[in-house]
């Protein structure tokens, strides 16, 4: 079946220490997405890529880094620079970010601070 | 730019009532809309989605919106709700590249 593996679904990350997030999509979908959710908060955009080798911040960027070296991947790193990492991280793709077809997302990785 | 309000935080209902969560957004030429359920500790899922053409929206599990532009509403309803619909509900519009989002709404099935 189609979909998008994110992995692990636990994450816990030590102080000063970068940690990365696995996003794998076999949609075959040009544009990916990082999400963070935090209680009683919508989902706050991250970053997002519309084509391989190309990426953008979102609303939030500061303290993350992204790749998209294959058109199936986009892994998140979260660095030490991100002071107040624990949240729900939600990866998501579409078709691409002109089209109005609906964003597909991954089951989460939760990210707690040790 | 666009925003989103999801006017109740919590909708509490008993089993097999209707349910209407609400949606509001901000004014726009034209807008596309959608709403997503989360399940605890899973990602997003859609459930319907307006792109244009009938204002009334049928989408999966029973559940249905309707857009209407001169409240800028797009509130999801659901005639008899069913334990398994405890999650919570998310309303977005589309802008330029992304979605904005609401901060969702919780729904509580009492039995």
């Known amino acids: 079946d189609g979909g998008i593996t994110q992995s692990p679904k636990y994450l816990f990350r030590k102080e000063g220490q970068n940690v990365t997030l696995s996003c794998e999509q076999n949609?075959?979908?040009?544009?990916m997405y990082w999400y963070r959710q935090d209680p009683g908060q919508g989902l706050r955009l991250i970053y997002y890529s519309q084509i391989v080798n190309d990426f953008q911040k979102g609303d939030i960027a500061e303290g993350y880094s992204v790749s998209r070296e294959k058109k199936e991947s986009f892994p998140l790193t979260v660095t030490s620079a991100q002071k107040n990492p624990t949240a729900f991280y939600l990866c998501a793709s579409s078709m691409g970010t002109a089209t109005n077809q609906p964003q597909h997302f991954g089951d989460g990785t939760r990210l707690s601070i040790l | 730019a666009q925003s989103v309000t999801q006017l109740d935080s919590q909708v509490p209902v008993f089993e097999e009532a209707p349910v209407e969560l609400r949606c509001n957004y901000s004014?726009?030429?034209?807008?596309?809309l959608f709403w997503y359920v989360q399940y605890p500790n899973q990602g997003l899922q859609l459930l319907l989605k307006y792109l244009s053409g009938s204002t009334l929206v049928k989408g999966i599990n029973g559940f249905e919106a309707e857009f209407n532009k001169s409240q800028t509403s797009f509130h999801l309803r659901k005639p008899s709700v069913h334990i398994s619909d405890t999650a919570e509900y998310f309303c977005a519009v589309k802008e330029d590249y992304q979605l904005i989002w609401g901060a969702g709404t919780k729904l509580i099935i009492k039995p």
């Open positions: 949609l075959n979908h040009d544009a």
């Open positions: 004014s726009s030429v034209s807008v596309y």
